[in-house]
C-alpha cells in the first residue's frame, strides 16, 4: 500500500530552527508537496520537489533524496505564526496526492 | 495567483436534510477538481475526483449515492451530502487542477458541516 510518515507533533523554539522529516512509499513519484495548514483553514502551499536536492524559499527550505524515499521541510528564524500543521504529500503515478498525518508544530517563546 | 472558492464555509443542518457545497476556480479553469475531508487531528482524506463533464471517481469506501458530485463546468463543481447525518459533520475541502497542470492543485478554502 501507499505510505507517507511524519512525525505526530514537535515542540520548537521561537528564532530557532526545526526539520519535520518524511518518508514515503507510494506507487510512482511525481513530485512531493509540503503543505502548511492552520487550525480549521484549508492547507496552503509551501514547497514542491521533484528532484533531488534543496528548493530554498525564505525561512522555508524543503529538500528531497528520491534514492532515500525521504524529505524534509527546514523552517529557520521560527515565529509564532509558524505553529500548525505541516503536511506531507506525494503525487502518485495516477497524478493523486497521498497525504500524510501532518506534524503539528508547536512553537514556544 | 489562482484563487478557489468554496461556499458555503460555514452549514449546520438537521439529520436527514441534504447540503450542497460549491467550489469554484475564480480565475482559472479546472479541468479536474477534488474532495476531501478531514476529521479533527486527522489528515486530509481524498473523496473523489472529478473531471468536467464525466462523472466522478470516488475512493474506495465513499459511497457515491450519498456524496454527489457534480462537475458541470470547467469553474465549477458541486459536492451534495445527501440525508446528512451527525458521522457526516467534518471539514470538506475542495481543490482544483488547472488543465495541464499536473503538478498543481488549489485549495479552497474549506466548509465546515456540522449536522445536528
Known amino acids: 500500500g501507499q505510505n507517507i510518515d511524519q512525525p505526530t507533533e514537535m515542540t520548537a523554539t521561537e528564532g530557532a530552527i526545526v526539520q519535520i522529516n518524511c518518508t514515503y512509499q507510494?506507487?510512482?513519484?511525481?513530485?512531493l508537496f509540503w503543505y502548511q495548514q492552520h487550525a480549521g483553514e484549508a492547507p496552503t502551499f509551501l514547497s514542491y520537489n521533484v528532484l533531488d536536492g534543496l528548493e530554498e524559499k525564505g525561512r522555508f527550505s524543503s529538500f528531497l533524496s528520491r534514492s532515500k524515499v525521504y524529505s524534509y521541510l527546514l523552517l529557520k528564524e521560527l515565529q509564532m505564526k509558524d505553529s500548525a500543521s505541516y503536511l506531507c504529500?506525494?503525487?502518485?503515478?495516477?497524478?493523486?496526492?497521498?497525504w500524510g498525518a501532518g506534524t503539528k508544530l508547536i512553537i514556544k517563546p | 495567483g489562482a484563487v478557489v472558492s468554496q461556499h458555503p464555509s460555514w452549514v449546520i443542518c438537521k439529520s436527514g436534510t441534504s447540503v450542497k457545497i460549491e467550489c469554484r476556480s475564480l480565475d482559472f479553469q479546472a479541468t479536474t477538481m477534488f474532495w476531501y475531508r478531514q476529521f479533527p487531528k486527522q489528515s486530509l482524506m481524498l473523496m473523489a475526483t472529478?473531471?468536467?463533464?464525466?462523472?466522478?471517481?470516488?475512493e474506495q469506501g465513499v459511497e457515491k449515492d450519498k456524496f454527489l458530485i457534480n462537475h458541470a463546468s470547467l469553474t465549477l463543481s458541486t459536492l451534495t451530502v445527501t440525508s446528512a447525518h451527525p458521522e457526516d459533520s467534518s471539514f470538506y475541502i475542495c481543490?482544483?487542477?488547472?488543465?495541464?497542470?499536473?503538478?498543481?492543485?488549489?485549495f479552497g478554502p474549506g466548509t465546515r458541516l456540522l449536522v445536528l
Open positions: 472529478s473531471n468536467e463533464g464525466s462523472k466522478a471517481t470516488y
Open positions: 504529500a506525494v503525487m502518485d503515478s495516477n497524478y493523486q496526492l497521498i
Open positions: 481543490s482544483a487542477r488547472p488543465g495541464g497542470e499536473w503538478e498543481t492543485q488549489y
Open positions: 507510494t506507487s510512482g513519484f511525481n513530485g
